[in-house]
């Protein structure tokens, strides 16, 4: 099979394009590195059946060979977290909706029919306010132009995109509302909690809690992630469909920071930050972000594989060799 992924030197993109490699699959990668980086990809470069070209997806020449090529398009590359988003909202509409519908042409002009993963994200479900979001519950969003709702608005603008080219077209599109994913490459640089807290650990650093931590988080480890993307996209059923894809396994972010000191075994503080402090004035948190993943599991039989403990301990591994290998 011949798979295109967007964002491929990015956290989830670098995996799927592993997984890919791994069954014998050609696999070519588009980023900007503008959050991804080589050293993602660097493990598949010598790979024969491994294409990159670095560029932006809004201006990248190489698009419409690489869409009429791709038997199957992850489309990942998008501006992601917290931090980047209320530093650069611009930027954050450009790409992550100009992107993914200069995408939807160039399949449509190619006149090929991949299979095609559209990344959502669990911030479109926004404050509605009951315990587990299923795919079929509102939106809820604030009326007011807060900024920092841009992403989940572009990806929601991203959602309607695809269902507009899938239904006008027949084009086989599945969106993923991917809820919290964790696991190795992921870097904490743009408020992302878990490598944060692990970095913070490993160097007996403190950990720092925005808030009281009493908001929750259901974590999925991106080797179950991309097993269930994988699946999804030769799904016919799912075609034409929105999918939550996550870990129903919640844990409050207070509780988190604790568990990641006890099994680095540090000797971390955890201190606690008002948002103001961290985000000003404009950021809203969510409590909650819990995914019901009936219909995930009835397409594929999906069933996380992976404990947050597990992927903890690995990633605490991982970074404690990191800190060896530099000193
Ligand atoms: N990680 C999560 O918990 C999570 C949750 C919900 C949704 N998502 C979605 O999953 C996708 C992948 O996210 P991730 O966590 O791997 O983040 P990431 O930042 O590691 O990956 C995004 C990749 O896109 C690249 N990119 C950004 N703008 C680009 C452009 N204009 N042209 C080409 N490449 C560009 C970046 O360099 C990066 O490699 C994103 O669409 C994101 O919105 C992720």
């Keep these: ?61 190489g698009l419409s060979e690489a869409v009429a090529w791709a038997d199957r398009i992850y489309h990942m590359a998008a501006v992601v977290g917290v931090k980047k988003v209320l530093e650069d909202p611009v930027a954050v509409m450009a790409t992550n909706m100009t992107g993914t519908e200069k995408l939807l042409r160039a399949i449509h002009h190619g006149g090929w029919n991949p299979q095609v993963i559209i990344a959502s994200t669990s911030e479109v479900y926004g404050f ?13 969003l604030p009326s007011a132009g807060r900024l920092r709702w841009a992403y989940a608005v572009t990806k929601l603008a991203d959602e309607f995109l695809a269902f507009s080219y899938a239904r006008k077209y027949g084009l086989h599109i599945v969106v993923v509302r991917l809820f919290n994913t964790i696991g190795p490459n992921q870097i904490g640089h743009y408020g992302m909690v878990v490598p944060s807290f692990v970095k913070q650990a490993v160097n007996n650093q403190p950990l720092t809690v925005y808030g009281e931590g ?6 999925c480890d991106v080797r179950d992630t991309v097993v269930a993307l994988d699946h999804l996209a030769g799904c016919p059923e799912a075609w034409g469909e929105v999918v939550n894809v996550g870990n129903d396994q919640e844990i409050a972010i207070r509780d988190l920071a604790e568990r990641v000191v006890t099994h680095t075994g540090s000797a971390s503080p955890i201190h606690y930050l008002s948002y103001k402090e961290a985000y000003g004035e404009e950021f809203e948190d969510v409590t909650h972000r ?12 999906f069933d996380p594989v992976w404990r947050l403990d597990d992927t903890l301990d690995d990633l605490i591994k991982r970074a404690s060799a990191k800190i060896r290998r530099v000193a």
């Design 1 to 61: 099979m011949h798979v295109l992924i967007t964002g491929g030197a990015g956290f989830i993109g670098s995996h799927l394009a592993e997984r890919h490699l791994a069954n014998g699959d050609q696999v070519y990668v588009v980023d900007n590195l503008s959050t991804g980086s080589l050293a993602n990809i660097d493990p598949f470069r010598g790979h024969p059946g491994f294409r990159f070209a670095e560029a932006d997806i809004l201006h990248w020449n």
């Design 290 to 301: 819990r995914p019901v993943l009936n219909k995930l599991k009835a397409l594929t039989g």
């Design 128 to 140: 509605n306010e009951k315990d587990s979001f299923a795919e079929t519950d509102n939106i809820v």
């Design 214 to 219: 009493n908001q929750t988080r259901s974590f």
